[in-house]
């Protein structure tokens, strides 16, 4: 697996554990320490996706939208 789908996906389940433990309203010392640093978490992530080596053939110019080839930029 690649770096940065490890960080998304660690940051989700910590994202899921905060939801579940404030809806439950248990463990609020874990949940505010989990508040408390996300945005480390949030950081760590964000620093990884930007920075994974992910090859795009296309340009900006070239290409508008990845998901959507049917809108190519006229130029």
């Known amino acids: 697996m690649k770096n940065y789908l490890t960080s998304v996906g660690v940051v989700t389940g910590i994202l899921i554990v905060f939801v579940t433990l404030i809806q439950l309203q248990v463990a609020e010392l874990l949940a505010w320490g989990i508040f408390l640093a996300s945005p480390v978490f949030l950081i760590w992530m ?9 090859d795009v053939p296309e340009t900006f110019d070239e290409q508008w939208y990845q998901d959507r080839p049917e809108l190519k930029r006229k130029g």
Do not use: E, F, K, R
Request: glycine share 0%.
């Open 46 to 54: 964000v620093w990884t996706v930007l920075t994974a080596p992910v």
